[in-house]
C-alpha cells in the first residue's frame, strides 16, 4: 500500500476495459475507483450493502482522475484509497493507482471524488450516520 | 432496413466500444441489440418506460451474437430488429448489424435474444398483457 | 446549445448506462464527453480519424466531472462541448451536459477534460499541428 | 470447479456492472466469459499476450448467453471453463457461471463462444498454431 493511504485493492486491467489506442479507455478508471470504495467499505464499515439496507445510499457528485501514463491490457494494478473528508453529508475519496510488478510500483493516475449521502426514501440529503463516520474515522486513524 | 425487419435503428460505434484488438468489443453487440429494442418499444409498445410502470419487467433470458466481420470505431451501424416469436410470458428479437455507407449496406452480425415478462412487484413470470401483444403483432403485420 | 459553447451533440440514456441506484454510473458521463469530442473533431477538424491518419494521436491526460442532479435511463441529453484552451501539444475541453425537454433544456452535469498530442509513432509529446490548431481557433471565435 | 471444466476463475459483480433493473446486465457476462479465458489461457499456454507476441490474433466469431437467474451486485461467481472443441484455425470455449457461497454453488448462466485464429499482419484465417493446440489438449485432458 502506499504511504498515506488507509486500503488498497489490486486487479488486473481486463481485455474489454481497453481501447483502439491500445491502452485502457479513460472511463475504466472510475471502475477501478469503484471497486476499491466498494472494497474499502466492505472492510471498514460492514459493505455497501449494509449501508443501503440502513436505508442510505450515497451519491456521487464529483469525480476526477489524472492519468499520469498509459495502462495496458493485463497490467497488474494496484488502487490505493483512503478518505480525506467527512463533514455533515459529504465525503471524500483520494486514490492513487499503481502499476505493479515483483518488485516495484509505478504510480499511472491519481485521483478524488465526492460523495454525498442521501435518505433512500426521500433522497433527501442526510448525515452520515454515526456508526458509519466512526468506522471509517477508525480505519483513517489506524 | 433490411427486408424481413420490421425496425432499425442507426448509431455510429463510439471509441469506449472498440478493444485493443482495434474493432469493437464483443460485448458492445449486446448493448447496440438493446437500443434497438428499447426503440422498436418505443415506436410501437409506447416506450419500454410504460411497460415497466404498468408493473410488468422484462427479463433477457438468452442472447445469441454472430459476429460475420470486425466492426471499426465511428463505422456507421444499422441495427434491425423484429420480434419473431411471442407466446404466453416469452418472447424472441431477431437483429441484423448491417455497416452502411452512401450507397450499400453490409451484413457485420446477426443473432437473437429471448425475453421473459415478470410481474415487477413478484418477479413471477406473467403473459405478455393483451395491449403489449397487439402492439407487436401489429407492428410485425404491417 | 448552452450559451458560450460552440458545439452539442444530443443523445439518450441508454438502459446499460444505468446502474442498480436507478440512475446513470457515474463512468458513462466521459463516454459522453468523448462522443461529443469525436462530433466536435468531425465537424470541425476532419475527424479524430483523419487525425489518427496524420500521425497524431490525442491522449486523455485529466477528466473532471462534477454530477449536478440525477440522471436517468432514456433521459434525453445535450453535451455542449467547446476546447478553452490550446497551446504547444495540450488542449482542454470544457462541458455541459444537459436534460432537454420539449421546452426547456436543465443542467445535470458538467466538467472539462485535457489533452496531449503525441506523434503516433514515438509516442512523444508533439505540438498540435498548425491545420489542426487553425480549425479549432476557427470554430472556437465563430 | 463444477464437474467437466478444466479451469475456473472467480470475481465479485461491480456496482458498474448492475443496471437499473437492480441486476447485472446482460451484456456484463460477456466480459466475465471474456476474463475467464484470458485466465484459462494464461494458466495453460503461456498468456493471450505470449499468443499475440507470436503474430497470432484470436477473433470471436460467435457468443452465446443463457441467463439462468438474476446476479445482483457483490454476488460472488464461478466462471468454469473448457476448450470443448479445436481444429483448424477454429476453437469454443464452453462456460459455466455459478453463485457461489459458503457451503454450495449455484448455477446461474451457462453457454460458449466460437474463436478464429488469424494471423496478426495479414488477418488470414490460421491454423491453430502445434504448440497451442498441445497446451490445450494437454490442459484438457488431465
Not at 38 to 55: C, S, T, W
Amino acid at each position: 500500500m502506499a504511504e498515506g493511504f488507509s486500503h488498497a485493492t489490486e486487479l488486473s486491467v481486463r481485455f474489454a476495459e481497453t481501447d483502439a489506442q491500445g491502452i485502457a479507455h479513460n472511463a475504466s478508471y472510475l471502475v477501478w475507483y469503484e471497486v476499491a470504495r466498494v472494497d474499502y467499505l466492505a472492510r471498514y464499515a460492514g459493505g455497501y450493502k449494509l449501508i443501503r439496507e440502513r436505508g442510505i445510499e450515497a451519491l456521487t457528485t464529483e469525480t476526477h482522475v489524472r492519468y499520469l501514463g498509459a495502462v495496458y491490457f493485463d497490467d497488474r494494478l494496484r488502487i490505493n484509497v483512503r478518505v480525506s473528508d467527512l463533514r455533515g453529508a459529504r465525503f471524500r475519496f483520494d486514490y492513487l493507482i499503481e502499476r505493479v510488478n515483483d518488485d516495484h510500483a509505478e504510480p499511472v493516475a491519481d485521483g478524488w471524488t465526492l460523495h454525498a449521502t442521501v435518505d433512500r426514501a426521500t433522497l433527501r440529503p442526510t448525515r452520515l450516520p454515526d456508526w458509519l463516520r466512526e468506522a471509517i474515522e477508525r480505519a483513517e486513524s489506524a
